[in-house]
């Protein structure tokens, strides 16, 4: 059985990934000649930093892999406990596990999502990071939360998947943390088939630099913490249904990042990519 509204795709969806596949340039990367001119992964990039207020935002291939991206970038690994809720969706916790860390549940609240009491009764000297996920599109206790993290020296980094859109006194989820992320699969509030995106204030959280696109830890020179072994699979491609919207509609069409509607959900994805790899500057 189909989730409301997922078969509905217009016009303009299918233009912008005609536009890529006339192209024949599906890498996010350089054929500046035979591209036409779309930079898709690039003004969906922009797009959603515009709409939520962050400064930068990187696209990758899933919202698994940008909670896995996460954690690597903010330094999370073994030895390493993170206060992850209950209720979510396993890839939340998986990416902690990937990490090499432990993942701790803290309860919930009215919100569904956790609650301050709980986060501060499972606080140990291992704490890394609280690890918010804003469920079903609500709004955790940012301002308790964010007193703790303060109080004990804990990162704060949001997961906020099913949240695009929704706000906390007047500002976007995913923009309170040290790093904030959304996912953008079939089942998603706006969708690209699959994908996802990283959010931060400064780049260099991200671990920013021209010959990599893919957020990894401040020394790009180690291997992440984790101790995963590294592939290719992190990037978005250029495929034209990563604008942001139910399949790929841009914003000259009309269409907001924050404006059509989805269902919940949430896939399971666990790649990174090489931060080794020589790949010749991006335009997109």
Known sequence: QRMPGTELF?????????????SGVLFRFNHDAQRQGHWK?????????????????????????????????????????????????????????????????????????????????????????????HMCGAAADLDGIMAICKEHGIMLIEDSAQALGASYKGKMLGTYGRMGSFSYDFFKINTCGEGGIVMRRRPRTLGYRPAVRGPWPRSHRQQPRHGTAPDHG???????????????????????PGKATRAQGHHPSTTFQDPGSAVPPPHG
């Open 10 to 22: 217009g016009e303009e969806e299918k233009k912008e990934v005609m536009d890529v596949l006339n």
């Open 41 to 133: 992964a690039k003004d969906f990039e922009n797009e959603v930093a515009k709409f939520t207020g962050a400064k930068h935002a990187l696209a990758v291939s899933s919202g698994s892999t940008a909670v896995n991206s996460m954690l690597a970038a903010c330094g999370v690994g073994y030895g390493d406990e993170v206060i992850v809720p209950p209720f979510t969706y396993i890839a939340t916790i998986e990416a902690v596990m990937l990490a090499g860390a432990l993942p701790v549940f803290a309860e919930i609240d009215d919100t569904l999502c956790m609650s301050a009491e709980g986060i501060r009764a499972v606080i140990s000297p291992k704490t890394k990071a609280i690890l918010l996920v």
């Open 234 to 256: 992190h990037q978005l491609p250029d495929r034209g249904d990563q604008r942001g919207d139910r399949s790929g509609a841009n914003a000259e069409a009309g269409v907001h």
